[in-house]
Each structure stands twice: as structure tokens, then as C-alpha cells.
């Protein structure tokens, strides 16, 4: 753990799971933050797929009610945020169309220029460990660059991140294998710390 403190920092985790894996990383990113003294928002972006089709996966459902009492995220968690980290599943390679459809109504926030300088990075899970884990991180990226925000990928900055999976844009996890092991719990610790350290610099 840092022995870096970030009182008055304010980090929104904002993230979409199905089945539960993005859930479990948000709040590992959220503990690291509390550890360190941030003020700490954990959101899920609202769920779009009827629950006819929810029903249809038991994993899928058993989240879907599980989850319920968790915070829907808002433009006014942006706002609030000095810092944001991401978390969506791959889809295709892309991000989930969930937490897709809530950063496309970010327009407004855009317009006026209050998403700018906003330090952002992500998270991501897939069911093999080349799903399009890195590419979901690009794609989820190519907002932000819009936003005029400023990104902090994981790079190489620890060597725990060479035995986690060495995806240098953000945190990755292969769904149903990985569990959030020593080196994944590093780099969920490291990441974090770089996020809270950007931010409190620009504070």
C-alpha cells in the first residue's frame, strides 16, 4: 500500500458488469482509493437489456437483483469527480453498449467544457485473455480524447504488471479464470495511486 495520502481527492468508480467481474474490480479500485484517503463514488451505468434477456443467463440474472441498490451513475458524478475510472466488459472490442450509451450523454457536460482536464483511466474483463481486452480500453479512450481529458494508463510501471497480464492501458482480467490475485491487486493499487497522484497534482 502507498504511503502517499490523497484527502480531498474525489474519484467516481463508474463501470457496467453483467455477470459480476467488472462489479468485483470496481470496488478493488474502490477499497485502494479509501486506503488512501479519497472520497470515493462507486456508480453502475443503468442496465438496457430487457429483463426477458437477463433471465435467459443465471449468472446475468443472479447480478442483475444482486446488484440493485448500487448507486445508477449520473452526469453529476462526473461533475463531482476529480478523477474517473472506467469499467466496462468487451464487446466485440468495444465497450459495452450500457456504459456506452451513458457517455454518449455526456454532450452537454462537453459543450461546456466541464469535462476537461478530468483524469480518466479503465478497466476491462473478457472471457479469454485476447478477447479485445486492450482494444476496449483504446475504444473507451477515444472519448475522453473529445472531453479533453487526461489519461493515465498502467504502462509498465510496476513488474507486477508483466505477470498480470501486461496490458499497459489499463487493468485486465480474463472473466471466470482470473481471480484478483497478488499481481492483479498490485496493479489495481498502482493504477489507482497514479489516478489520485495526477489528480491531487492538478488540484
Do not use: C
Amino acid at each position: 500500500m502507498s504511503d502517499q495520502t490523497y484527502a480531498g481527492v474525489k474519484l467516481a468508480v463508474i463501470y457496467y458488469s453483467a455477470t459480476g467481474t467488472n462489479h468485483e474490480l470496481a470496488y478493488a479500485f474502490a477499497d485502494v482509493a479509501k486506503n488512501a484517503g479519497a472520497e470515493v463514488r462507486v456508480r453502475r451505468v443503468a442496465e438496457l437489456a430487457p429483463e426477458e434477456a437477463i433471465a435467459q443467463n443465471e449468472q446475468w440474472k443472479a447480478h442483475f437483483e444482486a446488484t440493485k441498490d448500487v448507486p445508477v451513475a449520473s452526469n453529476d458524478d462526473l461533475v463531482w469527480a476529480d478523477a474517473i475510472i472506467f469499467g466496462s466488459p468487451t464487446r466485440y472490442g468495444n465497450v459495452a453498449a450500457q456504459l456506452k450509451q451513458f457517455l454518449d450523454s455526456t454532450g452537454p457536460l462537453w459543450a461546456d467544457g466541464k469535462l476537461v482536464n478530468k483524469v480518466v483511466s479503465g478497466f476491462t474483463s473478457a472471457q479469454n485473455p485476447h478477447g479485445g481486452q486492450e482494444s476496449t480500453l483504446l475504444a473507451l479512450y477515444n472519448t475522453m480524447y473529445h472531453w479533453g481529458s487526461i489519461i493515465v494508463p498502467l504502462g509498465y510501471t510496476d513488474p507486477a504488471n508483466f505477470q498480470a497480464g501486461g496490458n499497459p492501458y489499463g487493468v485486465s482480467l480474463t472473466a471466470y479464470k482470473d481471480d484478483i490475485d497478488e499481481n492483479k491487486a498490485k496493479i489495481i493499487e498502482v493504477l489507482t495511486n497514479r489516478v489520485l497522484n495526477v489528480a491531487a497534482s492538478l488540484k
